[in-house]
């Protein structure tokens, strides 16, 4: 699931980002166009409830693809993404549009 607030004040849009409940995992994180890939680089913080979260402030008026990595080897997605698109391993990375 995907939040969305614009900082008037930074000219930025912070994005939450909440994984599913459902993914049973002992850690998440969150990877994509904004961290050049980097599957270690935006641990989520795991929440009470199960899901996992993280919140960045991205450039507005832009579309950035992320995926999350699941224990450090399951690649999942946002079933809520703003859209999808292919990649080149036979799936489909999600969109955020800000």
């Given at each position: 699931m995907l939040k969305k607030r614009f900082l008037k004040s930074k000219n930025l849009v912070q994005v939450t980002f909440y994984t599913?409940?459902?993914l049973s995992a002992s850690e998440v994180c969150l990877v994509g166009d904004f961290n050049d890939?980097?599957?270690t680089a935006t641990?989520?913080?795991a929440?009470?409830?199960?899901r996992f979260k993280i919140v960045l402030e991205l450039d507005p008026d832009s579309e950035f693809q992320f995926r999350y990595l699941v224990n450090g080897d399951e690649w999942h997605n946002d079933w809520e993404a703003d859209q999808?698109?292919?990649n080149p391993h036979g799936s489909?990375?999600?969109v955020v549009c800000t």
């Open positions: 599913a409940a459902a890939w980097d599957e641990p989520m913080k929440l009470k409830d199960g999808y698109v292919p489909d990375n999600c």
